[in-house]
């Protein structure tokens, strides 16, 4: 049973280009959550998706951040026009419905790292 | 609102000595309170967790936790550091989706 999949592992874009970044949940899992961990900081919360459906995006920039996890396929984060504050570590993890506390917690993959030269 | 901190940016710790990585969490309603590592250029890899019953939990590699009420507190301990246990350590709180205290770096030396 792979874990979650994240690619690319590594992602180097020139500023103004866009940035795709990909997740595919472990086998059973319906909840997608992105994470960023900026240089020197913690990890922090941008969205979360379920399939087909933004659950909670308060974390994600206004402008150029947008998610989706459709119906089939991995679930999506595109950087639009990136800048030289995008270069971070992009997180994704998934869960199993979350509303039974047993199943409270997530599976990390392994992340993408995103230069913006 | 939710918030989960860890007061101590770095902790260093002797090998073989034991281990403390704190952790307060600041939480309406019930706390669902995790440990989760980082290692250079990885992902998170999930360390132990406390939803209810007991207060001290056993988790991966040997590390545990208690969890106490009245001091809001959840810290990870280990009776004998390795060096291999050093890495970037992440408390935090599932309230609807994980929020994360800002790391620890734990640095053992031999």
């Known amino acids: 049973n792979a874990g979650v999949m994240q690619n690319p592992r590594h992602l180097v874009r020139r500023r103004g280009q866009e940035a795709r970044l990909r997740c595919s949940p472990m086998?059973?899992?319906?909840?997608v959550y992105w994470y960023r961990q900026l240089p020197e900081e913690g990890l922090k919360f941008m969205v979360y998706?379920?399939?087909?459906?933004?659950?909670?995006e308060s974390g994600m920039p206004k402008e150029r951040f947008s998610a989706e996890f459709p119906k089939e396929g991995p679930s999506i984060l595109r950087i639009q026009q990136v800048v030289r504050g995008d270069s971070a570590a992009y997180f994704c993890?998934?869960?199993?419905?979350?509303?039974?506390?047993?199943?409270?917690?997530?599976?990390f993959g392994s992340g993408t790292r995103l230069t913006v030269v | 609102a939710q918030s989960v901190a860890q007061p101590e940016d770095q902790v260093n710790v002797a090998e073989g000595n034991p281990l403390t990585v704190k952790c307060t969490y600041s939480?309406?309603?019930?706390?669902?309170l995790f440990w989760y590592v980082q290692y250079p250029n990885r992902g998170l890899q999930f360390l132990l967790k406390?939803?209810?019953?007991?207060?001290l939990v056993k988790g991966s590699y040997g590390f545990e936790a208690e969890f106490n009420k009245s001091q809001t507190s959840f810290h990870l301990k280990k009776p004998s550091a390795l060096v291999s246990d050093s890495a970037l350590y992440f408390c935090?709180?599932?309230?609807?989706?994980?929020?994360f205290g800002q790391g620890t770096e734990l640095s053992v030396k031999p």
């Open positions: 939480v309406s309603g019930n706390p669902y």
């Open positions: 935090a709180n599932q309230g609807g989706k994980l929020i």
């Open positions: 406390y939803i209810t019953g007991d207060n």
């Open positions: 998706l379920q399939k087909e459906n933004i659950i909670d």
């Open positions: 086998k059973g899992h319906s909840h």
């Open positions: 993890a998934s869960s199993p419905t979350p509303s039974n506390p047993a199943n409270y917690g997530y599976t």
